[in-house]
Protein backbone atom coordinates (compact mmCIF):
# COMPACT_ATOMS: atom_id res chain seq x y z
CA UNK A 1 0.00 0.00 0.00
CA UNK A 2 2.69 2.50 0.42
CA UNK A 3 4.40 1.83 -2.25
CA UNK A 4 1.53 2.29 -4.70
CA UNK A 5 0.27 5.75 -2.98
CA UNK A 6 4.25 6.97 -3.24
CA UNK A 7 4.26 6.00 -7.40
CA UNK A 8 0.65 8.05 -7.60
CA UNK A 9 2.27 10.80 -5.77
CA UNK A 10 5.47 10.63 -7.55
CA UNK A 11 4.20 10.42 -10.87
CA UNK A 12 1.97 13.82 -10.19
CA UNK A 13 4.82 15.07 -9.00
CA UNK A 14 6.73 14.31 -12.15
CA UNK A 15 3.58 15.45 -14.35
CA UNK A 16 3.25 19.05 -12.55
CA UNK A 17 7.01 19.98 -12.41
CA UNK A 18 7.05 22.41 -10.16
CA UNK A 19 3.39 23.65 -9.69
CA UNK A 20 1.63 22.44 -6.95
CA UNK A 21 -1.49 20.48 -7.08
CA UNK A 22 -4.74 21.44 -6.90
CA UNK A 23 -6.55 17.56 -6.77
CA UNK A 24 -5.64 14.52 -5.16
CA UNK A 25 -4.65 11.47 -6.93
CA UNK A 26 -6.42 9.22 -4.43
CA UNK A 27 -10.08 11.55 -4.81
CA UNK A 28 -10.96 13.30 -7.15
CA UNK A 29 -14.12 14.64 -8.93
CA UNK A 30 -15.16 12.43 -11.85
CA UNK A 31 -17.01 14.01 -14.80
CA UNK A 32 -20.39 13.37 -13.45
CA UNK A 33 -19.50 15.43 -10.51
CA UNK A 34 -19.24 12.23 -7.67
CA UNK A 35 -15.83 11.56 -6.07
CA UNK A 36 -13.76 9.08 -7.73
CA UNK A 37 -11.04 6.88 -4.98
CA UNK A 38 -8.19 5.47 -6.16
CA UNK A 39 -7.25 1.96 -4.40
CA UNK A 40 -4.21 0.30 -3.92
CA UNK A 41 -3.35 -3.15 -5.22
CA UNK A 42 -4.87 -4.28 -1.95
CA UNK A 43 -8.12 -2.53 -2.32
CA UNK A 44 -7.66 0.33 0.28
CA UNK A 45 -8.78 3.91 -0.10
CA UNK A 46 -9.14 6.97 1.49
CA UNK A 47 -12.47 6.11 3.55
CA UNK A 48 -15.77 7.60 2.78
CA UNK A 49 -15.50 9.73 6.65
CA UNK A 50 -19.00 11.47 6.21
CA UNK A 51 -21.79 9.11 8.21
CA UNK A 52 -21.30 10.97 11.55
CA UNK A 53 -23.32 13.28 13.55
CA UNK A 54 -27.18 13.70 14.50
CA UNK A 55 -28.79 10.85 12.30
CA UNK A 56 -25.70 10.25 10.28
CA UNK A 57 -26.21 13.88 9.15
CA UNK A 58 -28.94 12.55 7.16
CA UNK A 59 -31.51 14.82 8.36
CA UNK A 60 -31.23 18.26 10.38
CA UNK A 61 -31.06 19.10 14.19
CA UNK A 62 -34.68 19.82 14.89
CA UNK A 63 -36.02 22.69 16.83
CA UNK A 64 -37.86 21.12 19.46
CA UNK A 65 -41.14 23.00 21.04
CA UNK A 66 -41.21 23.90 24.35
CA UNK A 67 -42.76 22.21 26.62
CA UNK A 68 -41.58 24.10 30.13
CA UNK A 69 -40.07 27.34 30.68
CA UNK A 70 -37.95 28.49 33.58
CA UNK A 71 -36.93 31.49 35.16
CA UNK A 72 -33.94 32.00 36.95
CA UNK A 73 -33.84 32.28 41.05
CA UNK A 74 -31.27 34.20 43.49
CA UNK A 75 -29.04 31.82 44.77
CA UNK A 76 -28.55 28.45 43.92
CA UNK A 77 -30.56 27.26 40.61
CA UNK A 78 -29.45 23.30 41.20
CA UNK A 79 -32.76 22.52 42.27
CA UNK A 80 -34.64 24.73 40.07
CA UNK A 81 -32.62 23.47 37.17
CA UNK A 82 -32.87 19.93 38.43
CA UNK A 83 -36.81 19.48 39.11
CA UNK A 84 -37.66 21.21 35.51
CA UNK A 85 -35.80 17.71 34.06
CA UNK A 86 -37.39 15.69 35.99
CA UNK A 87 -40.99 17.07 35.07
CA UNK A 88 -40.21 16.72 31.58
CA UNK A 89 -38.44 13.37 31.63
CA UNK A 90 -41.73 12.15 33.52
CA UNK A 91 -43.71 13.14 30.25
CA UNK A 92 -44.18 10.70 27.42
CA UNK A 93 -42.16 10.94 24.19
CA UNK A 94 -44.38 12.11 21.94
CA UNK A 95 -44.00 10.28 17.93
CA UNK A 96 -40.52 11.56 17.20
CA UNK A 97 -39.06 10.50 19.91
CA UNK A 98 -38.86 13.99 22.05
CA UNK A 99 -40.24 14.83 25.23
CA UNK A 100 -39.41 18.65 24.33
CA UNK A 101 -37.58 21.59 25.15
CA UNK A 102 -36.70 23.55 28.49
CA UNK A 103 -36.51 26.77 27.75
CA UNK A 104 -34.52 28.66 30.12
CA UNK A 105 -35.32 32.87 30.15
CA UNK A 106 -32.33 35.36 30.02
CA UNK A 107 -30.06 35.54 33.33
CA UNK A 108 -27.84 34.31 35.55
CA UNK A 109 -28.40 30.62 36.74
CA UNK A 110 -25.75 29.66 39.54
CA UNK A 111 -25.29 26.22 39.38
CA UNK A 112 -23.56 24.65 42.83
CA UNK A 113 -23.17 20.55 41.41
CA UNK A 114 -24.13 18.82 38.45
CA UNK A 115 -26.97 18.63 36.47
CA UNK A 116 -28.16 15.08 35.11
CA UNK A 117 -30.01 14.38 32.18
CA UNK A 118 -31.19 10.46 32.10
CA UNK A 119 -34.06 10.50 29.84
CA UNK A 120 -34.41 10.64 25.84
CA UNK A 121 -36.26 13.33 24.59
CA UNK A 122 -34.80 16.61 26.40
CA UNK A 123 -33.59 19.61 24.97
CA UNK A 124 -32.08 22.42 27.41
CA UNK A 125 -32.31 25.65 25.41
CA UNK A 126 -31.30 29.29 26.22
CA UNK A 127 -32.34 32.52 24.90
CA UNK A 128 -28.55 33.66 23.51
CA UNK A 129 -25.06 33.53 24.93
CA UNK A 130 -24.20 37.51 24.88
CA UNK A 131 -24.49 39.30 28.17
CA UNK A 132 -28.07 39.59 28.27
CA UNK A 133 -28.87 35.90 27.33
CA UNK A 134 -28.85 32.90 29.55
CA UNK A 135 -26.04 32.26 31.52
CA UNK A 136 -25.27 29.00 33.28
CA UNK A 137 -22.17 29.52 36.25
CA UNK A 138 -20.67 26.10 37.76
CA UNK A 139 -19.84 27.21 41.59
CA UNK A 140 -18.75 24.61 42.60
CA UNK A 141 -15.50 24.29 43.80
CA UNK A 142 -13.71 21.29 42.74
CA UNK A 143 -14.09 18.94 39.52
CA UNK A 144 -16.82 18.56 38.10
CA UNK A 145 -19.21 17.73 34.94
CA UNK A 146 -21.83 20.90 34.56
CA UNK A 147 -24.26 19.23 32.12
CA UNK A 148 -24.04 15.55 32.19
CA UNK A 149 -26.17 13.62 29.58
CA UNK A 150 -25.78 10.18 30.43
CA UNK A 151 -28.11 7.09 29.79
CA UNK A 152 -28.09 4.74 33.16
CA UNK A 153 -27.48 1.22 29.87
CA UNK A 154 -25.39 1.10 27.30
CA UNK A 155 -25.32 -1.52 24.49
CA UNK A 156 -25.10 -5.05 24.91
CA UNK A 157 -23.83 -8.29 22.23
CA UNK A 158 -27.26 -10.12 21.31
CA UNK A 159 -26.67 -13.56 22.38
CA UNK A 160 -28.05 -15.44 19.73
CA UNK A 161 -25.01 -17.31 17.75
CA UNK A 162 -27.22 -16.74 14.41
CA UNK A 163 -26.39 -13.10 14.67
CA UNK A 164 -22.57 -13.40 15.80
CA UNK A 165 -20.70 -14.72 12.58
CA UNK A 166 -17.03 -14.29 11.80
CA UNK A 167 -15.98 -12.38 9.09
CA UNK A 168 -14.59 -14.43 5.97
CA UNK A 169 -12.67 -12.39 3.95
CA UNK A 170 -9.05 -12.81 3.12
CA UNK A 171 -8.33 -9.16 3.71
CA UNK A 172 -10.55 -6.10 4.37
CA UNK A 173 -9.26 -3.16 3.15
CA UNK A 174 -9.36 0.48 4.54
CA UNK A 175 -12.99 1.58 3.11
CA UNK A 176 -14.80 -0.93 2.16
CA UNK A 177 -18.90 -0.82 3.17
CA UNK A 178 -19.19 -4.60 1.90
CA UNK A 179 -18.07 -7.99 4.07
CA UNK A 180 -18.61 -11.63 4.31
CA UNK A 181 -19.44 -13.44 7.12
CA UNK A 182 -20.05 -17.42 7.84
CA UNK A 183 -23.29 -18.91 6.57
CA UNK A 184 -26.22 -19.74 8.69
CA UNK A 185 -26.49 -15.79 9.73
CA UNK A 186 -29.84 -14.18 10.32
CA UNK A 187 -29.06 -10.56 10.36
CA UNK A 188 -31.40 -8.56 8.90
CA UNK A 189 -31.21 -4.97 6.95
CA UNK A 190 -31.56 -1.89 9.70
CA UNK A 191 -29.62 -4.32 12.08
CA UNK A 192 -27.64 -2.49 14.42
CA UNK A 193 -24.06 -4.26 14.45
CA UNK A 194 -20.75 -3.97 15.86
CA UNK A 195 -17.56 -4.80 12.99
CA UNK A 196 -15.63 -6.48 16.49
CA UNK A 197 -11.98 -6.27 15.20
CA UNK A 198 -9.60 -8.62 16.85
CA UNK A 199 -6.08 -7.90 16.54
CA UNK A 200 -3.22 -10.45 18.01
CA UNK A 201 0.34 -10.13 19.07
CA UNK A 202 1.52 -9.85 15.94
CA UNK A 203 0.21 -6.63 15.32
CA UNK A 204 1.08 -5.74 18.62
CA UNK A 205 4.50 -6.51 17.46
CA UNK A 206 3.96 -4.63 13.75
CA UNK A 207 3.87 -1.29 15.67
CA UNK A 208 6.28 -1.87 17.77
CA UNK A 209 4.13 -1.16 21.18
CA UNK A 210 5.54 -4.64 22.61
CA UNK A 211 8.93 -2.82 23.27
CA UNK A 212 7.87 -0.03 25.41
CA UNK A 213 8.75 -1.17 28.83
CA UNK A 214 12.34 -1.80 26.75
CA UNK A 215 12.81 2.36 26.49
CA UNK A 216 11.00 2.98 29.78
CA UNK A 217 10.89 0.54 32.32
CA UNK A 218 7.58 2.51 33.76
CA UNK A 219 5.92 2.22 30.30
CA UNK A 220 2.80 -0.15 29.61
CA UNK A 221 3.31 -2.74 26.89
CA UNK A 222 0.52 -3.21 24.89
CA UNK A 223 -1.84 -6.09 24.46
CA UNK A 224 -3.79 -7.20 21.79
CA UNK A 225 -6.97 -8.24 24.19
CA UNK A 226 -6.90 -4.45 25.18
CA UNK A 227 -6.86 -3.04 21.80
CA UNK A 228 -10.55 -5.40 21.12
CA UNK A 229 -12.56 -2.69 19.25
CA UNK A 230 -16.25 -2.43 18.05
CA UNK A 231 -17.27 -0.15 15.40
CA UNK A 232 -21.05 0.62 15.44
CA UNK A 233 -22.55 0.17 11.97
CA UNK A 234 -26.16 -0.71 10.60
CA UNK A 235 -26.78 -3.19 8.05
CA UNK A 236 -27.93 -1.56 4.59
CA UNK A 237 -27.92 -4.27 1.99
CA UNK A 238 -27.81 -8.33 2.63
CA UNK A 239 -27.23 -10.38 -0.43
CA UNK A 240 -26.10 -14.31 0.52
CA UNK A 241 -23.36 -13.87 2.81
CA UNK A 242 -22.16 -10.37 1.96
CA UNK A 243 -23.30 -7.66 4.30
CA UNK A 244 -23.54 -3.94 3.02
CA UNK A 245 -22.64 -1.60 5.84
CA UNK A 246 -23.79 2.04 6.50
CA UNK A 247 -19.60 3.00 6.94
CA UNK A 248 -17.01 1.99 5.66
CA UNK A 249 -13.96 -0.36 7.70
CA UNK A 250 -11.59 2.11 9.00
CA UNK A 251 -8.84 -0.51 9.85
CA UNK A 252 -7.75 -3.38 8.13
CA UNK A 253 -9.00 -6.83 9.05
CA UNK A 254 -6.86 -9.69 7.63
CA UNK A 255 -5.62 -13.34 8.78
CA UNK A 256 -2.07 -12.37 9.66
CA UNK A 257 -2.69 -9.29 12.02
CA UNK A 258 -6.59 -9.40 13.03
CA UNK A 259 -9.38 -11.38 12.50
CA UNK A 260 -13.01 -10.35 12.64
CA UNK A 261 -16.88 -10.76 13.65
CA UNK A 262 -20.21 -8.55 13.10
CA UNK A 263 -22.56 -8.91 16.19
CA UNK A 264 -25.84 -7.64 16.46
CA UNK A 265 -26.35 -5.11 19.70
CA UNK A 266 -29.25 -3.81 21.41
CA UNK A 267 -28.75 -0.46 21.88
CA UNK A 268 -30.20 0.71 25.85
CA UNK A 269 -29.42 3.98 25.63
CA UNK A 270 -30.89 7.48 25.69
CA UNK A 271 -30.96 9.74 22.72
CA UNK A 272 -32.85 13.02 20.88
CA UNK A 273 -31.16 15.20 23.41
CA UNK A 274 -29.62 18.22 22.79
CA UNK A 275 -28.09 21.33 24.64
CA UNK A 276 -28.07 24.78 23.12
CA UNK A 277 -28.28 28.87 22.76
CA UNK A 278 -26.63 29.54 26.04
CA UNK A 279 -23.44 30.77 27.72
CA UNK A 280 -21.51 28.59 30.30
CA UNK A 281 -18.95 29.42 32.52
CA UNK A 282 -17.18 28.32 35.48
CA UNK A 283 -15.72 30.63 38.25
CA UNK A 284 -11.87 30.03 39.26
CA UNK A 285 -9.83 31.40 42.02
CA UNK A 286 -7.00 31.81 39.22
CA UNK A 287 -5.58 30.57 35.99
CA UNK A 288 -4.20 27.88 37.19
CA UNK A 289 -6.82 26.70 39.77
CA UNK A 290 -7.97 22.98 39.43
CA UNK A 291 -10.76 22.98 41.85
CA UNK A 292 -13.78 24.32 40.01
CA UNK A 293 -15.81 23.58 36.62
CA UNK A 294 -14.10 20.61 34.77
CA UNK A 295 -16.47 19.53 31.39
CA UNK A 296 -18.85 22.16 30.60
CA UNK A 297 -21.22 19.21 28.66
CA UNK A 298 -20.68 15.55 28.80
CA UNK A 299 -22.42 13.35 26.35
CA UNK A 300 -22.43 9.44 27.56
CA UNK A 301 -24.40 6.21 26.92
CA UNK A 302 -26.22 7.93 24.24
CA UNK A 303 -26.78 8.70 20.98
CA UNK A 304 -28.56 11.14 18.04
CA UNK A 305 -28.42 14.24 20.26
CA UNK A 306 -26.55 17.71 19.84
CA UNK A 307 -24.86 20.44 21.11
CA UNK A 308 -25.02 23.66 19.35
CA UNK A 309 -24.66 27.74 19.74
CA UNK A 310 -22.65 27.26 23.55
CA UNK A 311 -20.02 30.01 24.39
CA UNK A 312 -18.03 28.38 27.15
CA UNK A 313 -15.52 29.78 29.50
CA UNK A 314 -13.05 28.66 32.22
CA UNK A 315 -13.55 24.97 32.29
CA UNK A 316 -10.33 23.28 32.95
CA UNK A 317 -10.77 20.49 30.45
CA UNK A 318 -13.50 20.82 27.86
CA UNK A 319 -16.19 22.39 26.40
CA UNK A 320 -17.87 19.28 25.02
CA UNK A 321 -16.75 15.99 25.88
CA UNK A 322 -18.26 12.49 24.31
CA UNK A 323 -17.31 9.58 26.18
CA UNK A 324 -16.39 6.36 24.65
CA UNK A 325 -20.36 4.76 25.43
CA UNK A 326 -21.77 8.01 22.99
CA UNK A 327 -22.10 7.70 19.39
CA UNK A 328 -24.11 10.46 16.55
CA UNK A 329 -23.49 13.42 18.72
CA UNK A 330 -22.82 16.73 16.33
CA UNK A 331 -21.90 19.28 18.38
CA UNK A 332 -22.11 22.81 16.20
CA UNK A 333 -20.77 26.16 16.33
CA UNK A 334 -20.06 26.63 19.87
CA UNK A 335 -16.97 27.95 21.69
CA UNK A 336 -14.25 27.07 24.50
CA UNK A 337 -12.64 29.77 25.49
CA UNK A 338 -10.01 30.89 27.92
CA UNK A 339 -9.44 27.53 30.25
CA UNK A 340 -8.58 27.84 33.71
CA UNK A 341 -6.05 25.26 34.62
CA UNK A 342 -2.21 24.36 34.90
CA UNK A 343 -1.02 24.16 31.32
CA UNK A 344 0.17 20.32 31.51
CA UNK A 345 -1.61 16.62 30.74
CA UNK A 346 -4.86 15.77 31.13
CA UNK A 347 -6.30 19.29 30.63
CA UNK A 348 -7.78 22.11 28.03
CA UNK A 349 -9.16 19.23 25.52
CA UNK A 350 -11.35 21.42 24.01
CA UNK A 351 -13.18 19.15 21.99
CA UNK A 352 -12.93 15.79 22.70
CA UNK A 353 -14.01 12.98 21.06
CA UNK A 354 -13.82 9.38 22.27
CA UNK A 355 -17.11 7.97 21.14
CA UNK A 356 -17.93 7.10 17.37
CA UNK A 357 -19.90 8.64 14.52
CA UNK A 358 -19.64 11.80 15.61
CA UNK A 359 -18.93 15.70 14.25
CA UNK A 360 -17.66 18.84 15.75
CA UNK A 361 -18.05 21.58 13.15
CA UNK A 362 -17.88 25.28 12.95
CA UNK A 363 -16.29 25.58 16.50
CA UNK A 364 -13.53 28.07 18.27
CA UNK A 365 -11.29 27.37 21.14
CA UNK A 366 -8.85 30.15 22.33
CA UNK A 367 -6.10 28.93 25.19
CA UNK A 368 -6.95 25.25 24.83
CA UNK A 369 -3.78 22.37 24.56
CA UNK A 370 -5.67 19.91 22.50
CA UNK A 371 -7.93 21.59 20.86
CA UNK A 372 -9.79 18.94 18.30
CA UNK A 373 -8.45 15.45 20.19
CA UNK A 374 -9.81 12.01 20.54
CA UNK A 375 -8.58 9.40 23.06
CA UNK A 376 -7.73 6.22 23.08
CA UNK A 377 -9.48 3.51 21.25
CA UNK A 378 -11.53 5.63 19.64
CA UNK A 379 -12.96 4.24 16.44
CA UNK A 380 -13.92 6.27 13.29
CA UNK A 381 -15.57 7.90 11.80
CA UNK A 382 -15.35 10.93 13.71
CA UNK A 383 -15.15 14.30 11.95
CA UNK A 384 -13.79 17.53 12.60
CA UNK A 385 -14.88 20.38 10.28
CA UNK A 386 -14.67 24.07 9.89
CA UNK A 387 -13.04 25.23 13.06
CA UNK A 388 -10.41 27.62 14.82
CA UNK A 389 -7.91 27.00 17.55
CA UNK A 390 -6.07 29.92 18.41
CA UNK A 391 -3.36 30.66 21.60
CA UNK A 392 -2.58 26.46 20.77
CA UNK A 393 -0.49 24.79 23.93
CA UNK A 394 -0.39 21.82 22.01
CA UNK A 395 -1.05 19.90 18.93
CA UNK A 396 -4.16 19.02 16.94
CA UNK A 397 -5.09 15.48 16.71
CA UNK A 398 -5.40 11.97 17.46
CA UNK A 399 -3.96 11.90 21.25
CA UNK A 400 -3.00 8.22 22.02
CA UNK A 401 -3.46 3.92 21.58
CA UNK A 402 -5.17 3.81 18.36
CA UNK A 403 -7.61 6.16 17.26
CA UNK A 404 -8.26 5.43 13.91
CA UNK A 405 -10.98 7.04 11.02
CA UNK A 406 -10.59 10.81 11.69
CA UNK A 407 -11.20 12.97 9.22
CA UNK A 408 -9.54 16.90 10.24
CA UNK A 409 -11.33 19.32 7.58
CA UNK A 410 -10.75 22.84 6.96
CA UNK A 411 -8.88 23.56 10.39
CA UNK A 412 -6.83 26.03 11.65
CA UNK A 413 -4.33 26.79 14.20
CA UNK A 414 -1.59 28.91 14.80
CA UNK A 415 0.02 25.59 16.36
CA UNK A 416 0.55 21.96 15.58
CA UNK A 417 -1.54 19.17 13.93
CA UNK A 418 0.20 15.67 14.12
CA UNK A 419 -0.34 12.14 14.00
CA UNK A 420 2.39 10.26 15.23
CA UNK A 421 4.72 7.60 17.25
CA UNK A 422 4.46 9.09 21.08
CA UNK A 423 6.11 5.99 21.95
CA UNK A 424 6.53 5.71 25.88
CA UNK A 425 4.73 9.24 26.62
CA UNK A 426 1.88 9.20 28.98
CA UNK A 427 3.40 5.65 29.77
CA UNK A 428 3.19 4.31 26.71
CA UNK A 429 0.66 6.12 24.50
CA UNK A 430 2.47 4.58 21.59
CA UNK A 431 0.87 5.31 17.90
CA UNK A 432 -1.56 7.49 18.36
CA UNK A 433 -3.74 6.60 15.18
CA UNK A 434 -3.86 5.45 11.71
CA UNK A 435 -6.23 6.40 8.94
CA UNK A 436 -6.11 9.60 9.83
CA UNK A 437 -7.15 12.38 7.48
CA UNK A 438 -5.66 15.94 7.44
CA UNK A 439 -7.41 17.85 4.40
CA UNK A 440 -7.20 21.80 3.65
CA UNK A 441 -6.16 22.63 6.80
CA UNK A 442 -3.64 25.47 7.96
CA UNK A 443 -1.00 25.12 10.69
CA UNK A 444 2.31 26.15 11.77
CA UNK A 445 3.56 22.58 12.02
CA UNK A 446 2.09 19.16 11.02
CA UNK A 447 4.50 15.69 12.24
CA UNK A 448 2.17 13.35 10.18
CA UNK A 449 3.81 9.90 10.04
CA UNK A 450 3.53 6.69 8.85
CA UNK A 451 2.67 3.34 11.07
CA UNK A 452 4.08 0.10 9.52
CA UNK A 453 2.20 -2.66 7.58
CA UNK A 454 -1.18 -1.35 5.56
CA UNK A 455 -2.22 1.54 7.72
CA UNK A 456 -1.93 4.85 6.64
CA UNK A 457 -2.37 8.97 7.49
CA UNK A 458 -2.63 11.43 5.22
CA UNK A 459 -2.20 15.36 4.65
CA UNK A 460 -3.52 16.49 1.54
CA UNK A 461 -3.98 20.17 0.37
CA UNK A 462 -2.60 21.74 3.66
CA UNK A 463 -0.71 24.95 4.46
CA UNK A 464 2.33 24.31 6.85
CA UNK A 465 5.47 25.34 6.35
CA UNK A 466 7.38 22.23 8.16
CA UNK A 467 5.29 18.98 7.24
CA UNK A 468 7.69 16.20 9.01
CA UNK A 469 8.25 12.58 10.24
CA UNK A 470 10.10 14.02 13.00
CA UNK A 471 8.07 13.86 16.25
CA UNK A 472 8.25 14.32 19.48
CA UNK A 473 9.56 10.92 20.52
CA UNK A 474 10.92 9.29 17.66
CA UNK A 475 11.30 9.92 13.99
CA UNK A 476 8.94 7.94 11.62
CA UNK A 477 8.63 7.38 7.86
CA UNK A 478 6.31 10.20 6.52
CA UNK A 479 2.45 9.96 5.46
CA UNK A 480 1.42 10.52 2.67
CA UNK A 481 1.68 14.23 1.55
CA UNK A 482 0.14 15.87 -1.47
CA UNK A 483 -0.39 19.46 -2.44
CA UNK A 484 1.31 20.77 0.91
CA UNK A 485 1.18 24.68 0.77
CA UNK A 486 -1.72 24.69 -1.99
CA UNK A 487 -5.53 23.32 -1.32
CA UNK A 488 -7.34 21.17 -3.46
CA UNK A 489 -9.73 23.77 -4.73
CA UNK A 490 -11.15 20.86 -6.51
CA UNK A 491 -12.27 19.95 -3.57
CA UNK A 492 -12.51 22.48 -1.03
CA UNK A 493 -14.12 20.00 1.77
CA UNK A 494 -13.70 16.31 2.12
CA UNK A 495 -16.53 16.21 4.57
CA UNK A 496 -18.95 18.02 2.57
CA UNK A 497 -18.29 16.46 -0.66
CA UNK A 498 -18.22 12.78 0.41
CA UNK A 499 -21.35 14.09 2.60
CA UNK A 500 -23.52 15.10 -0.76
CA UNK A 501 -22.31 12.41 -2.02
CA UNK A 502 -23.95 9.84 0.33
CA UNK A 503 -27.07 11.71 0.07
CA UNK A 504 -27.48 11.39 -3.73
CA UNK A 505 -27.20 7.65 -3.83
CA UNK A 506 -30.05 7.44 -1.16
CA UNK A 507 -33.71 7.31 -1.62
CA UNK A 508 -35.97 9.22 0.14
CA UNK A 509 -37.73 6.49 2.21
CA UNK A 510 -34.53 6.36 4.14
CA UNK A 511 -34.55 10.23 5.24
CA UNK A 512 -37.92 9.52 6.85
CA UNK A 513 -36.37 10.26 10.22
CA UNK A 514 -38.64 12.88 11.78
CA UNK A 515 -41.76 10.50 11.55
CA UNK A 516 -42.74 7.50 11.44
CA UNK A 517 -45.79 8.21 9.45
CA UNK A 518 -45.25 8.39 5.09
CA UNK A 519 -47.30 11.02 4.91
CA UNK A 520 -45.84 12.73 2.12
CA UNK A 521 -43.60 12.53 -0.62
CA UNK A 522 -41.49 15.01 -3.05
CA UNK A 523 -41.30 14.87 -6.99
CA UNK A 524 -39.50 15.58 -8.99
CA UNK A 525 -36.09 13.94 -6.74
CA UNK A 526 -33.59 15.66 -8.33
CA UNK A 527 -36.04 18.85 -8.97
CA UNK A 528 -34.99 21.75 -11.71
CA UNK A 529 -36.70 24.61 -10.41
CA UNK A 530 -40.02 23.09 -8.76
CA UNK A 531 -40.95 20.25 -6.26
CA UNK A 532 -44.39 19.79 -5.49
CA UNK A 533 -45.54 17.74 -2.49
CA UNK A 534 -47.81 14.89 -2.59
CA UNK A 535 -50.20 14.36 0.93
CA UNK A 536 -52.75 11.61 1.92
CA UNK A 537 -54.40 14.47 3.40
CA UNK A 538 -55.44 17.61 2.19
CA UNK A 539 -53.55 20.70 2.72
CA UNK A 540 -55.45 23.46 5.02
CA UNK A 541 -55.05 26.60 6.90
CA UNK A 542 -52.23 25.26 9.64
CA UNK A 543 -49.76 23.92 6.77
CA UNK A 544 -46.66 24.63 6.25
CA UNK A 545 -43.09 24.21 4.46
CA UNK A 546 -39.49 25.57 5.65
CA UNK A 547 -36.09 24.52 3.48
CA UNK A 548 -32.97 23.63 5.03
CA UNK A 549 -29.73 23.16 3.88
CA UNK A 550 -26.90 20.58 4.90
CA UNK A 551 -26.73 22.71 7.89
CA UNK A 552 -29.90 22.73 9.29
CA UNK A 553 -30.09 26.48 8.32
CA UNK A 554 -33.53 27.70 6.87
CA UNK A 555 -32.87 28.49 3.74
CA UNK A 556 -36.70 29.44 2.17
CA UNK A 557 -40.23 29.00 4.17
CA UNK A 558 -43.27 29.37 3.25
CA UNK A 559 -46.12 29.53 6.15
CA UNK A 560 -49.47 29.28 4.33
CA UNK A 561 -49.97 26.63 1.58
CA UNK A 562 -51.97 26.79 -1.33
CA UNK A 563 -52.96 23.67 -2.48
CA UNK A 564 -53.70 22.92 -6.13
CA UNK A 565 -56.95 23.08 -6.65
CA UNK A 566 -57.88 19.64 -8.90
CA UNK A 567 -57.05 17.41 -5.59
CA UNK A 568 -55.95 19.50 -2.35
CA UNK A 569 -53.33 16.72 -2.10
CA UNK A 570 -50.58 18.56 -4.04
CA UNK A 571 -48.22 21.71 -3.68
CA UNK A 572 -46.31 23.31 -5.86
CA UNK A 573 -43.16 24.82 -4.43
CA UNK A 574 -41.17 26.97 -6.15
CA UNK A 575 -36.95 26.16 -5.62
CA UNK A 576 -35.67 28.13 -8.30
CA UNK A 577 -34.03 30.60 -6.61
CA UNK A 578 -31.70 28.35 -4.33
CA UNK A 579 -28.74 27.18 -5.56
CA UNK A 580 -28.00 23.46 -7.02
CA UNK A 581 -26.98 21.03 -4.32
CA UNK A 582 -29.10 18.95 -1.29
CA UNK A 583 -31.95 20.22 0.92
CA UNK A 584 -34.38 19.29 3.61
CA UNK A 585 -37.90 20.47 3.04
CA UNK A 586 -39.86 19.99 6.71
CA UNK A 587 -43.74 19.57 5.85
CA UNK A 588 -46.11 20.28 8.37
CA UNK A 589 -50.09 19.84 7.49
CA UNK A 590 -51.86 19.70 10.25
CA UNK A 591 -51.02 16.37 12.84
CA UNK A 592 -48.57 14.94 10.15
CA UNK A 593 -44.87 16.21 9.75
CA UNK A 594 -42.18 14.96 7.96
CA UNK A 595 -38.95 16.06 6.77
CA UNK A 596 -37.94 14.78 3.31
CA UNK A 597 -34.06 15.03 1.45
CA UNK A 598 -34.55 16.45 -1.98
CA UNK A 599 -31.96 17.84 -4.83
CA UNK A 600 -32.03 20.56 -6.58
CA UNK A 601 -29.83 20.52 -10.01
CA UNK A 602 -30.80 22.90 -12.43
Not at 88 to 96: E, F, H, I, Q, T
Not at 322 to 345: E, H, P, Q, R, Y
Amino acid sequence: MKKNYFLLFLIIVLLQGNSHAQTSSLVSVGTNGRLVYTADVKGNVVPDFSAVGYRNSEAPIPTVGVVLIVNPIVGDNLANVQNAINQVAAMPLDANGFRGAILFTAGTYNISDTVTISASGIVLRGVGFNGSGTNFIATKTSQHILFDFIGSFGTAYNSANSTRKAITDLYVPIGAKQITVASGHSFAIGDKVFVHRIPNAAWINLLGMNLLSTIDPAATNWTADAYDMDSERKIMNINGNVITLDAPIMDIIDPVYSTGELVKFTDNRINNCGIENMKISSIYASSTDENHGWEAVSFDNIYNSWARNLDVYYFGYSAVHINSDASFITVDSCKMLDAKSIIDGGRRYSFDIDGQRCLVQNCTTRNGRHDYVNGSRTCGPNVFYNSTATIQHSDIGPHHRWATGILFDNLTGDGRMDVQNRLVMGSGHGWSGGQIMFWNCNANRMVIQDPPGDHINWTIGCISPDITGNGDATTEPIGVIQSQGTRISAIPSLFMAQLNDRLATLSNNQFDFISKENAFFIAPNPAKSQITIHSNQPFNSSSKISVLNLNGQIVKKQMKIVANSDDKLTFNFDVSDLNDGIYFAKIINDTNSKTIKFILKK
